[in-house]
Structures are given as structure tokens and as C-alpha cells.
T-cell receptor
Framework: DVKVTQSSRYLVKRTGEKVFLECVQDMDHENMFWYRQDPGLGLRLIYFSYDVKMKEKGDIPEGYSVSREKKERFSLILESASTNQTSMYLC??????????????FGPGTRLTVL | GNSVTQMEGPVTLSEEAFLTINCTYTATGYPSLFWYVQYPGEGLQLLLKATKADDKGSNKGFEATYRKETTSFHLEKGSVQVSDSAVYFCALNRLTGGGNKLTFGTGTQLKVEL
């Protein structure tokens, strides 16, 4: 079974802190994604990476950065956390097969609260 | 651009009732369509998918048919159980140079009561 793990299930930080969210997948997938999930807005793509050291902005990248130094690990960084970044953060991965039906595999999510 | 519209929830049903969750999409080309489910406290997992017009995806008693003429992919189940209580997301793929990216609907919460 594919396993995507996230470093924390719950996280509480203060405004202005630098926050790292870590994601690890064990299936040698090329693509990895970071989403945030908010009530009434569904999932919105923040960043994705299709290879080590490669990244591309998603739909809402402002206030975030990412790092992918190893294939299995994709980190989301909040340089200076703000209260409007309080949300559920979901990581996902998928292989590159060229098929339009590639399944994304999700981690359990990190619920981040910024005070 | 691509978008997915789902019916708003929550949807509350009694056990063994019939379920329909509506999903319509706007897309260029011929996307693949997906339903993902999120059980309480968990991440999303794929429920079913369809790749072309008139395809029917099915899994765990759920079904959805890719209707190109109405740009719809409605989720149905004949008899829901309490264990089906979850949030359901409709999604379509977007092809990019690095692979597929999904566009999600806003999600529909389903509550099934005894």
C-alpha cells in the first residue's frame, strides 16, 4: 500500500513564526503536492513538485514556499505565519505515467492553527 | 478555465436511503473525472474514476457515469450506511508538463443516521 505521512496531525503556532510542514511518501512517486482545505472552498493547490529540486506554483502560492531535496520528501514552509493561514494542509503524491487517470494518494493532513 | 461545481451540503439521509450527489464540470478537452472521499480525521482517498464519455466508475456500491452532453458526473448509491458518512469531493484532471493536477469541487458532507 502507498503510504503518505505528514509530520504532525495538529500544530499550533504564533503569528510571525516560521513553520515547516513535512511530507514523506514511500512509493517512489515523482509528483508531490501541497493543498490547503477550507470549509466551503474545497482543496486548493499551493505548490507541486514533479522532481527533486523542481517546483511549480499552484493556485494560491502567496505566503508559502516549498523544498524538495529528496524524492520522497516534500516540505511546505510558511516563512512568517499569519492567522489567515490557519487551515488543514494536505500532502499528496502520484507517479508520472502519462495517464490521465493517475490517482493521487493523500496523507492524513495537518491541522495548523496560527494564533 | 477548468472548474467543478458540487451540490452544497450537508446531506442528511437515513440508513438504506438512496443517495445522489450532483457534480458538474467545465473543462477544455476531455478530462478524466474522479470522486474522492474523506472520512472523519483522515486524508482523501480515491473512490472511483472515469476516463471518457459514457464510462461508469464504481466502487463500494457507489457509481458515477461520465456524461459529456450534460458535463456531469453525479455520484449515486442505492442504499447508504452509517459508515458512508464522510465528505465527498468531485474532481477533474488538468494535464501539465509534469503530470496531472486535479481541480476539486468544494466537497459535499454526507451524514447517514440510523
Amino acid at each position: 500500500d502507498v503510504k503518505v505521512t505528514q509530520s504532525s496531525r495538529y500544530l499550533v503556532k504564533r503569528t510571525g513564526e516560521k513553520v515547516f510542514l513535512e511530507c514523506v511518501q514511500d512509493m517512489d512517486h515523482e509528483n508531490m503536492f501541497w493543498y490547503r482545505q477550507d470549509p466551503g472552498l474545497g482543496l486548493r493547490l499551493i505548490y507541486f513538485s514533479y522532481d527533486v529540486k523542481m517546483k511549480e506554483k499552484g493556485d494560491i502560492p502567496e505566503g508559502y514556499s516549498v523544498s524538495r531535496e529528496k524524492k520522497e520528501r516534500f516540505s511546505l514552509i510558511l516563512e512568517s505565519a499569519s492567522t489567515n493561514q490557519t487551515s488543514m494542509y494536505l500532502c499528496a503524491s502520484t507517479p508520472i505515467t502519462g495517464m490521465s487517470t493517475d490517482t493521487q494518494y493523500f496523507g492524513p493532513g495537518t491541522r495548523l492553527t496560527v494564533l | 478555465g477548468n472548474s467543478v461545481t458540487q451540490m452544497e451540503g450537508p446531506v442528511t439521509l437515513s440508513e438504506e436511503a438512496f443517495l445522489t450527489i450532483n457534480c458538474t464540470y467545465t473543462a477544455t478537452g476531455y478530462p478524466s473525472l474522479f470522486w474522492y472521499v474523506q472520512y472523519p480525521g483522515e486524508g482523501l482517498q480515491l473512490l472511483l474514476k472515469a476516463t471518457k464519455a459514457d464510462d461508469k466508475g464504481s466502487n463500494k456500491g457507489f457509481e458515477a457515469t461520465y456524461r459529456k452532453e450534460t458535463t456531469s458526473f453525479h455520484l449515486e448509491k442505492g442504499s447508504v450506511q452509517v459508515s458512508d458518512s464522510a465528505v465527498y469531493f468531485c474532481a477533474l484532471n488538468r494535464l501539465t508538463g509534469g503530470g496531472n493536477k486535479l481541480t476539486f469541487g468544494t466537497g459535499t458532507q454526507l451524514k447517514v443516521e440510523l
